[in-house]
């Protein structure tokens, strides 16, 4: 089993930034890929940022601006956000995802963007 904490987020304006948190814990040795979606009222669930083996991916409207980090030593993963719009307006889950498969969500927590 593997937990996932995730810790930061909040209220910003228009072209601020905030820094996530998502502290794993449990069976971490499982886990082959790590890190962000998001998902806004009314729309589909879309990635962010995660981390695959050694590489990283960024969905396309958040290229340039985030940028995701692991600390390996401390099994947490960062998002950096910069350059924040409204339209990032969403409830941010950290996603672990094991090599048989498994996925395992934290439990959410809220950035909002006002204009």
């Known amino acids: 089993q593997v937990q996932l904490v995730e810790s930061g987020g909040g209220l910003v304006q228009a072209g601020g930034s905030l820094s996530l948190s998502c502290a794993a814990s449990g069976t971490t040795f499982t886990i082959k890929a790590i890190g962000w979606y998001r998902q806004a009222p009314g729309k589909e669930p879309e990635l962010v940022a995660d981390?695959?083996?050694?590489?990283?991916n960024y969905g396309d409207s958040v290229k340039g601006r985030f940028t995701i980090s692991r600390d390996t030593a401390k099994d947490t993963v960062y998002l950096q956000m910069t350059g924040l719009k409204p339209e990032d307006t969403a409830v941010y889950y950290c996603?672990?995802?094991?090599?048989?498969?498994?996925?395992?969500w934290g439990q959410g927590t809220q950035v909002t963007v006002s204009s």
């Open positions: 981390i695959v083996d050694d590489s990283t």
């Open positions: 996603r672990g995802r094991t090599f048989s498969g498994l996925n395992y």
